[in-house]
């Protein structure tokens, strides 16, 4: 069973600039969860998406919103970048809503100039 | 406000030499903690699942347990593939339970 992918791996962008970053879950799995990874702080939780509708939303700006299609692939979009927003994205799929027991991809490495 | 906190932030041990690593919780409505393991360039690969105080899960020369406040990481006579960022993670219950991160213990076994 092919694992969970992101797409792209690396990216760098400019302030002001926007950014969407693609992950597509292990086939079968439903539920999709966004987290932003930096040294400082560890994995923070972004959103999770079940059944292509937000369902749990973590203490981040407006900027940052997802979508999930009907195939449970997911996007996640930042718009007008911040230095700040560089960083691990990190896309995480499971069989069931809220799990604990979560499949992660590689990531995509945002670099914002 | 629930909080996720593991020590050390960075342990080097040498091969064969034991040690544990801690995840204290505070937080309200556990509803599962979970152990990652995640290397340099990776996403997090899960490893445990612990629900009650008192369980423990074990898996080569990892053991994971379980107490009330904390969950220890047990490693027996560790190798350097085992070097790695590990990652304590609870399950909170409430409106739509999340999933909360420690920011993890980096572990350096040297040959």
């Known amino acids: 069973k092919a694992g969970v992918t992101q797409t792209p791996r690396y990216l760098i962008k400019?302030?002001?600039?926007?950014?969407?970053?693609?992950?597509?879950?292990?086939?079968?799995?439903r539920s999709v969860s966004w987290y932003q990874q930096t040294p400082g702080q560890g994995l923070q939780f972004l959103f999770e998406y079940f059944s292509e509708t937000q369902r749990n939303k973590g203490n981040f700006p407006g900027r940052f919103s997802g979508r999930q299609f009907s195939n449970s692939r997911s996007?996640?979009?930042?718009?007008?970048?911040?230095?700040?927003?560089?960083?691990?994205?990190?896309?995480?799929?499971?069989?069931?809503?809220?799990a604990g027991k979560q499949y992660f991809g590689p990531g995509t490495r945002l670099t914002v100039t | 406000e629930d909080q996720v906190t593991q020590s050390p932030e960075a342990l080097?041990?040498?091969?064969?030499?034991?040690?544990?690593?801690?995840?204290?919780?505070?937080?309200?409505?556990?509803?599962?903690?979970?152990?990652?393991?995640?290397?340099?360039?990776?996403?997090?690969?899960?490893?445990?699942?612990?629900?009650?105080?008192?369980e423990e899960k074990e898996k080569e020369r990892l053991k994971a347990t379980l107490t009330k406040k904390e969950s220890f990481l047990h490693i027996t006579a560790p190798k350097p593939e085992d070097s790695a960022t590990y990652l304590c993670a609870v399950l909170i219950s409430g409106g739509y339970q999340k999933v909360t991160f420690g920011i993890g213990t980096k572990l350096q076994v040297i040959p």
């Open chain 2, 12 to 54: 080097r041990l040498q091969e064969g030499e034991s040690s544990s690593l801690n995840c204290s919780y505070t937080v309200s409505g556990l509803r599962g903690l979970f152990w990652y393991r995640q290397d340099p360039g990776k996403g997090p690969e899960f490893l445990f699942t612990l629900y009650s105080a008192g």
């Open chain 1, 75 to 98: 996007e996640m979009n930042v718009s007008t970048l911040e230095l700040g927003d560089s960083a691990l994205y990190l896309c995480a799929s499971s069989l069931a809503q809220s």
């Open chain 1, 14 to 29: 400019t302030r002001g600039q926007q950014v969407t970053l693609s992950c597509s879950p292990i086939s079968g799995h």
